[in-house]
């Protein structure tokens, strides 16, 4: 069964992500085990859509990709330059990763709806339509209508200075993603600070910009973070000490927020002495915690 996924989302990117992720596991959890080759194609024009799913070269039916898909067109969307009309992804085998692309331009289907043509460059407007898409409107082309797919992030960013949000998803072009499986941690420390500890572990001292595994609880919560800050409060299975390696087993929808493989390990190449330390201050920050991670090898 699926559990409800964070929507506390920062950008158009992180929703988006979401969203993807939310197809590829709908569209693995239909398919039987065992499978090769999964591939999705969603082509739509207005409200008119045809999503085909196949399993190792044979059509299968996977149920609710629809609304995703629709809200992904929302989120790509630019301004003046439309979003895209296909969108195909493969599934990795074996882990939580695809490639695929989108186009924003090629006719996703042969005939186009006059209906579904108009709705299209009604809700999402642009400079230059194809000529396939003139081709099958009724009618002359539509005043655009003014669109705020992803204005909520806009202003969460503008409440913070000059910053700049990410640009939207794309619209023409690769997609993919591929989920860390491994680190290297060479540099460890450790704080504590009004109620607040943790615990991080990196690649390089000294470099901000370095891989990360952060862990830090503060009264009965945790928080399990990598890159950029982006993590989880929940969802972390278990915590494993293997000799010089430290192995997470995490929920899906845990793996995707830290854009990690289910199991992540990290590989602990730190100075002689630091392990020890490490045995004994990281289930001190886990023990107390509501829902704590399994610990074992500690």
């Not at 950008?11 to 590829?24: F, G, T, V």
């Not at 609710?64 to 969108?87: I, N």
């Not at 000529?131 to 969460?156: H, I, K, N, Q």
């Amino acid at each position: 069964m699926m559990t409800k996924r964070n929507r506390n989302w920062r950008s158009r990117n992180d929703e988006a992500h979401a969203r993807l992720m939310e197809i590829c596991d709908l569209t693995r959890t239909t398919a039987a085990p065992g499978w090769s080759r999964l591939t999705v194609r969603h082509a739509q024009v207005g409200p008119y859509a045809l999503t085909t799913v196949t399993r190792d070269g044979r059509e299968i039916t996977v149920e609710g990709t629809a609304e995703p898909f629709q809200r992904l067109r929302e989120l790509s969307y630019r301004e003046d330059a439309g979003t895209w009309f296909t969108c195909e992804l493969e599934l990795s085998p074996g882990g939580r990763g695809y490639t695929g692309r989108v186009d924003s331009t090629a006719p996703p289907f042969g005939d186009v709806p006059p209906s579904a043509a108009l709705a299209e460059l009604t809700a999402f407007p642009r400079e230059e339509p194809p000529g396939w898409l003139l081709d099958a409107l009724p009618t002359a082309v539509p005043f655009g209508l003014s669109t705020a797919y992803g204005d909520r992030y806009d202003r969460w960013y503008a409440h913070f200075g000059d910053r700049r949000p990410p640009a939207p998803p794309p619209i023409t072009g690769e997609l993919a993603y591929r989920p860390a499986t491994t680190m290297t941690a060479r540099a460890y420390g450790h704080d504590q600070d009004r109620g607040r500890r943790l615990v991080c572990l990196t690649a390089q001292a000294d470099d901000p910009g370095a891989d990360h595994l952060l862990v830090t609880s503060h009264r009965e919560g945790y928080w399990v973070a990598r890159q950029d800050m982006r993590g989880t409060r929940e969802g972390v299975r278990s915590i494993t000490l293997d000799g010089t390696v430290l192995r997470l087993e995490l929920t899906p929808e845990a793996a995707d927020r830290l854009e990690t493989e289910s199991v992540f390990e990290v590989r602990l190449d730190l100075p002689p002495g630091t392990l020890g330390e490490l045995r004994t201050v990281l289930p001190g920050i886990l023990r107390s915690v509501d829902r704590a991670p399994e610990l074992i090898g500690f």
